[in-house]
């Protein structure tokens, strides 16, 4: 609440008759010059001014920010909501449990903990693909989803009940950013305040990086771990710098042949290239009018693929357009254009805006593309894509290359039946010629390993396997799902497809998740939805499935195959992630496309495959049917969009978006202001980071005699760090589970388990492709054990283990980018429970670097230019670490000093850059983490 006024801002605006209380940005020198991002900046400061914590200097500071200047005021930013998925999501509700008895504990009120900013959860992080390319599939899985899951969602539903503030949306709704966009959304917020109502700019963090799907709708936000959505939840601003604001130009359309996805994928590409990291990227120019709110949506939800804190559009006309067509109502819409256009937040392209950096693309040099095969930044054109495979392959296996064609791998060879597995019918053999795509040699191509492998399923399916087979297609994710021209593209081109004769392949897993079931309603009223199905692509559930590595298991046989014999297979998915392992652990190498190529690479079977020149089949007359013959025409597709969607769909849809179905209400529930732990749950249990908590926090220490827990190089990313996916029977986590009575079928995947802080921490740093430089070739979960004779290799869990026995602190080394990827509380929270004091890196990305001091884990840089390797580091030498305690003062220094003491008993001795970067981060690291510190602040 704000106590003081210093610009006398606060005034009233009046909306057809209703007044509201707003606070002008008028009353600050140099607003109008504003980004906008930096406009919603500047009226949260002068809402919560409070002469401490926000001050007339800080407001005065965002009016007079220099563009060209490196960031270095920090503000207190008071986040309007909270927004949470279900992975990250259990974990907050979890701590906020545990924080009631804790308050308890220390001599405080238990209800005291509530969520003082509104907080709400869509559960769309559970379903996995464990039906598919049948009509039963949603069904299916949305039963097994619900036997998985269940404890997780009983205690979801005592939150609800519990919490204050506090609303769930239960599962099989949508995916949580395209709820979020859909309905959830305000662009403005309304809250009464004192007996007033006040309006101000629609502000929210996430539990989930793509929470900058919202940028596209003018919404100010970006993900944020667990722990700092908590301490928001809770009243707690978040300290940051005021930042650089990339400002980008938009002109031109979009090309007939290309589309949105291709887009953000080129846009993604250049700013990862340009460098974005800790900044606000903002649109503008004539061309972003024409740029419609889905595309919008689809390019801000990229923004952690290229690095950006937000992605930025300003409020215009195409914002309120969508606004109506989602069911939100004329007193809404009218609140929305008089607040942007009062406040002087309304797109104007004709406006100079103050901007650091400056970018253009004109949108009609965009060209088809796919992005893989393990970062999204790494696009490929559709043009340029067979000969990149081919070249990238040899990175995966190590096989000889195929010279059966003059050292050209057939195209078919994923697709061709060796002679000796020819069908036995003359008919199917005439099929198989039919089907069977074409060698292409109209100029040389890089030769490639090729292994093909015949397979015969139980359905009588009989196929051959080969390197770069296309294993899984799906249409999934937040990126695509929300985008409806996309996805009817997808559609049509499913429709063109059909009708000229064409089939998926036999080995294709291929499934669609929409984002929501508005998707459902439009794919059925246009009619396009028969089609997909007829080529493999039913709808198994509404969530994020195959993009966050729910993918489910590959059939039986496949997956053996696939294993026995170590093909590379691939995955093509209309995601925004494709790191290494994530997909599927049976997938070495996975492609990101758009809708409509996602279907047609389920047609061609293989990423060995050149669609300019290599036809997809044959029609009824025998004639080559090319990807150009069946490509939705999108004057069709806009044509079908104003034909097949409408507000109804969304409001009748939305109405009930917090019910639930049967499923969800027939859960038994537990009551109560304390939640009543389950010794016995192996996915829910009380988390143990306030055990022996004392109400004052203990002084900081230097750290001493630390060994390195890993070694790793660069672009290790929160995947590689964070448990996720599915884990087997002979790792720690499975160990864990088999000793508590779990079942090997009933594991579940570790996101699902995120509530339970044991099975977390035995996943940290587990990741089947992560390389740990203490061991020689070798990937997975693995460390030296110096506590052991000769330091043998173990698994990272079971040394971590033993250290904290012998009382030794750890140190993780690192290169560039380290923590890039999604926002995971459990990448920081595990780090800091298997001992990790102090992360010593190249580079950090912006929100992995603020969850370890979150946990109260020191977060350190390099000297400028050393690395590990250049200051001779070999991860075998014990360390120590001095200066930190300067922070016992309330003064953070700007570097310690690293003693590294080799076996021969010589050193290395570097200054390393300490990077807690603001006030607010040292109150949190001198107090143990971020919850420590509010908790006692709150008794206090």
Same mark, same amino acid.
């Given at each position: ?631 939705? &025409?999108? !004057? +069709?597709?806009?044509?079908?969009? /104003?034909?097949?969607? #409408? ?6 849809? $939305? %109405? ?119 061991? &020689?070739? !070798? +990937?997975?979960?693995?460390?030296? /054990?110096?506590?052991? #004779? ?6 990272? $869990? %079971? ?142």
């Amino acid at each position: 609440m704000s106590t003081v006024d210093s610009f006398g801002a606060k005034g009233v605006l009046n909306v057809n008759g209703a007044d509201y209380e707003i606070f002008r940005l008028n009353t600050v020198e140099g607003y109008d010059s504003l980004p906008y991002s930096l406009k919603v900046l500047l009226e949260n400061l002068l809402r919560t001014e409070d002469g401490a914590n926000v001050t007339a200097e800080h407001i005065t500071a965002i009016g007079q920010w220099d563009a060209k200047a490196q960031p270095n005021t920090e503000i207190q930013f008071t986040p309007g909501r909270v927004l949470m998925q279900d992975f990250t999501g259990v974990p907050c509700v979890v701590d906020l449990a545990t924080m009631r008895e804790a308050v308890a504990d220390l001599g405080g009120n238990p209800d005291q903990i509530n969520p003082l900013a509104p907080a709400e959860m869509v559960i769309d992080h559970s379903v996995q693909i464990d039906s598919f390319g049948n009509s039963d599939a949603i069904e299916r899985n949305m039963d097994i989803e619900y036997q998985r899951n269940g404890e997780r969602y009983q205690f979801l539903r005592w939150g609800q009940m519990a919490f204050d503030d506090f609303k769930v949306v239960p599962p099989g709704m949508g995916i949580v950013h395209q709820v979020n966009i859909e309905n959830l959304a305000r662009v403005v917020m309304t809250r009464e305040i004192d007996g007033v109502l006040r309006a101000y700019p629609d502000t929210c963090v996430g539990t989930d990086s793509h929470t900058t799907m919202e940028n596209g709708l003018g919404v100010l936000g970006w993900g944020v771990g667990g722990i700092e959505a908590e301490a928001a939840m809770l009243g707690q601003p978040i300290s940051m710098l005021i930042p650089r604001v990339v400002g980008f130009k938009l002109s031109g359309e979009i090309p007939a042949g290309a589309t949105a996805t291709d887009v953000v994928l080129t846009i993604t590409q250049m700013l990862r290239e340009h460098g974005v990291v800790g900044k606000f990227v903002e649109f503008y120019g004539e061309g972003v009018a024409a740029v419609p709110l889905a595309n919008r949506a689809t390019i801000g939800n990229m923004s952690p693929e290229f690095g950006s804190t937000a992605a930025m559009f300003p409020v215009d006309e195409v914002t309120i357009d969508y606004l109506r067509l989602t069911g939100r109502t004329e007193e809404q819409l009218a609140l929305v254009e008089a607040y942007a256009k009062e406040q002087g937040m309304w797109h104007d392209a004709s406006r100079e805006l103050r901007f650091s950096e400056y970018l253009e693309l004109d949108l009609s040099t965009v060209v088809p593309s796919i992005s893989g095969p393990k970062r999204p930044q790494d696009r490929i054109e559709l043009t340029d894509a067979k000969q990149q495979f081919r070249k990238d392959i040899h990175n995966y296996v190590e096989h000889t290359v195929d010279t059966s064609t003059n050292g050209h791998a057939d195209a078919a060879s994923a697709a061709s039946f060796p002679a000796s597995d020819a069908p036995a019918h003359a008919a199917d053999e005439e099929q198989d010629a039919k089907d069977r795509p074409r060698h292409d040699d109209s100029g040389p191509v890089v030769g490639r390993p090729s292994k093909p492998v015949g397979i015969s399923m139980p359905d009588g399916r009989e196929f051959t396997l080969d390197h770069g087979a296309v294993s899984i297609a799906s249409i999934t994710s937040c990126t695509n799902t929300s985008n409806p021209n996309v996805m009817l593209a997808a559609g049509v081109l499913a429709r063109n497809a059909v009708e000229k004769g064409l089939t998926q392949k036999p080995w294709v897993k291929t499934s669609i998740a929409p984002g929501s079931k508005v998707v459902t309603d439009y794919y059925e009223k246009s009619g396009l939805i028969e089609y997909l199905e007829k080529i493999g692509f039913f709808v198994v559930g509404y969530g994020c499935t195959t993009c966050i590595g729910n993918s489910g298991p590959l059939e039986e046989e496949i997956s053996q195959k696939v294993q026995d014999e170590d093909l590379a297979v691939t995955s093509v998915l209309s995601g925004n992630r494709n790191f290494e392992g994530r997909i599927n652990p049976d997938v070495k190498m996975n492609y990101l496309a758009s809708p409509p190529l996602v279907v047609a690479y389920a047609l061609a079977g293989t990423m060995d495959f050149d669609f300019e020149n290599e036809p997809l089949g044959q029609d009824a007359d025998g004639g080559d049917v090319f990807l150009r013959d069946i490509w939705p &025409d999108p !004057v +069709e597709v806009q044509r079908i969009i /104003d034909e097949s969607i #409408d507000t109804q769909m969304f409001t009748s849809k $939305y %109405d009930t978006v917090f019910d639930g179905d049967h499923r969800w209400t027939a859960l038994d529930t537990p009551e109560g202001s304390t939640f009543a732990w389950d010794e016995s749950s192996t996915y829910v249990r009380k988390a143990p980071y306030f055990d022996g908590m004392q109400l004052e926090a203990s002084p900081v220490e230097d750290i001493t005699d630390a060994r390195v827990l890993l070694k790793l190089g660069d672009s290790v990313t929160t995947d590689h760090i964070s448990p996720a996916g599915s884990f087997k029977s002979d790792t720690p986590a499975g160990r864990y589970l088999l000793e508590n009575g779990v079942e090997r079928k009933n594991f579940n995947s570790y996101g699902s388990r995120r509530g339970n802080h044991e099975v977390m921490i035995r996943g940290t740093f587990a990741n089947i492709r992560i390389k740990n430089e203490l061991l &020689d070739d !070798v +990937e997975g979960g693995f460390t030296r /054990d110096f506590t052991q #004779d000769g330091a043998p290799q173990a698994y990272v $869990y %079971d040394a971590a283990m033993n250290y904290q026995e012998a009382g030794t602190p750890l140190v993780v080394l690192g290169g560039k980018e380290y923590g890039s990827g999604s926002s995971r509380d459990w990448a920081a929270k595990g780090t800091k429970l298997l001992g990790v004091r102090a992360v010593i890196t190249e580079s950090f990305e912006r929100i992995h670097r603020s969850n370890l001091i979150g946990m109260g884990v020191l977060p350190l840089q390099f000297p400028e230019g050393e690395t590990a390797d250049t200051l001779g580091l070999t991860g075998f030498e014990t360390f120590g670490i001095s200066g930190i305690t300067a922070l016992n003062e309330g003064t953070t220094p700007e570097t310690v000093t690293v003693t590294a003491t080799k076996e021969d008993g010589t050193e290395v001795s570097f200054d390393a850059v300490v990077r807690i970067d603001t006030p607010g981060e040292a109150d949190y690291y001198r107090n143990g983490g971020i919850l420590q510190y509010v908790l006692r602040q709150l008794v206090k």
